[in-house]
């Protein structure tokens, strides 16, 4: 089974300020992990995605993300956050082995990024 | 525009009362979800299809039936409309493994 850990749920940044958004996993195989945002009253959107090629994994919107294997992290970051930026979070894993059942993603409890001017 | 279509948008249900929330994609993915989110609980899956005629419980499955007659369609049936399932529930579809694609979801209110 695999499972992802977002500590806390509220970050708050200025206006340029470097955003960095945690998350932890586990499982039991090597997994793909993915950063989603979703911003009010709308559905996720793909940030980014690591499936066991290059471990520092760029996306849209200037965020990327490094997979540290032996810190089990996929932690989210951007140099300098926009007023654009703020939404909610959510890392999410899956087992990047097998596809068919395996193919479903487990989420994390999502962190809100709150920009302030 | 291609991708995955929700219907409805919003809806009140009463108690014991039951709907279908609809759910299709034109991208010919395999792969389908439905998800429902409540606040701070992150997404929970309760049904998923790996292909037509394939479908399997999730994390929380009670009170929820599911079909997937073709590969476009998976609705998600509600019988018996409890509130413990206001949510906002989403639908997603992928070819594989990769990343998802979302619908915009239903809200449901169950009053």
């Known amino acids: 089974a695999q499972s992802v850990t977002q500590l806390g749920s509220h970050v708050s940044v200025s206006e340029g300020a470097l955003v960095l958004l945690r998350c932890n996993y586990s499982s039991s195989v090597p997994p793909y992990l993915f950063w989603y945002v979703q911003y009010p009253n709308q559905g996720l959107q793909l940030l980014l995605k690591y499936t066991s090629a290059a471990t520092l994994v760029k996306g849209i919107n200037g965020f990327e993300a490094e997979f540290k294997k032996s810190e089990t992290s996929f932690h989210l970051t951007k140099p300098s956050a926009h007023m654009s930026d703020a939404a909610e979070y959510f890392c999410a894993v899956t087992l990047g082995v097998i596809a068919g059942a395996n193919s479903k993603l487990t989420f994390g409890k999502g962190i809100t990024l709150s920009v302030r001017p | 525009n291609a991708g995955v279509t929700q219907t409805p948008k919003f809806r009140i249900l009463k108690i014991g009362q039951s709907m279908t929330l609809q759910c299709a994609q034109d991208?010919?993915?395999?792969?389908m979800y439905w998800y429902r989110q409540d606040p701070g609980m992150g997404l929970k899956l309760i049904y998923y299809?790996?292909?037509?005629?394939?479908?399997d419980k999730g994390e929380v499955p009670n009170g929820y039936n599911v079909s997937r007659s073709t590969t476009e369609d998976f609705p998600l049936r509600l019988e018996l409309a409890a509130p413990s399932q206001t949510s906002v529930y989403f639908c997603?579809?992928?070819?594989?493994?990769?990343?998802?694609?979302f619908g915009s979801g239903t809200r449901l209110t169950v009053v």
């Open positions: 991208m010919n993915h395999n792969y």
């Open positions: 997603a579809s992928t070819p594989g493994v990769g990343g998802y694609t």
């Open positions: 299809s790996v292909g037509a005629g394939i479908t």
